[in-house]
């Protein structure tokens, strides 16, 4: 009897957790009318985004911005991480839209536009 009431507490423990910390599968959710963004949408462009951040993607995997210097990659049609951040991001009228959950943030997820420049 104890083994099921530990068995069951480890899933309850674990749902929460998973519930509370974004990772790329929870940040996957059907949030637009957009295609998913793919590797070709973003190697070696420039994106300015509506929070006045100014991206550049390389087409090395080097990234780019106002807010400092990481790697970028998209490991699945609809993702894009960027240093340990993970959106999920689409293109929609020649714009690139990104998705981000985030349970902690104040007003709920976040979305962010961003066109070439």
């Known amino acids: 009897m104890k083994t ?3 068995v069951q507490r480890a899933v309850a423990i674990g749902l929460l957790c998973m519930t ?5 599968a929870t940040a996957f959710t ?3 009318k ?3 963004v793919a590797e070709r949408d973003l190697a070696g462009k420039t994106f300015c985004f509506d929070i006045g951040d100014r991206n550049y993607y390389a087409a090395n995997g080097r990234f ?3 807010r400092g210097h990481w790697r970028w990659s998209v490991p699945e049609p609809g993702i894009l991480r960027v240093g340990r951040s993970v959106f999920q991001a689409e293109v929609l009228d020649g714009q690139l839209h990104l998705h981000k959950y985030c349970s902690a943030c104040y007003g709920g997820d976040l979305d962010y536009w ?3 420049c």
């Open 4 to 6: 099921k009431d530990a």
């Open 20 to 24: 509370l910390s974004p990772t790329q």
């Open 30 to 32: 059907d949030f637009g």
């Open 34 to 36: 957009g295609r998913p």
């Open 64 to 66: 780019s911005s106002n």
């Open 114 to 116: 961003g066109k070439p």
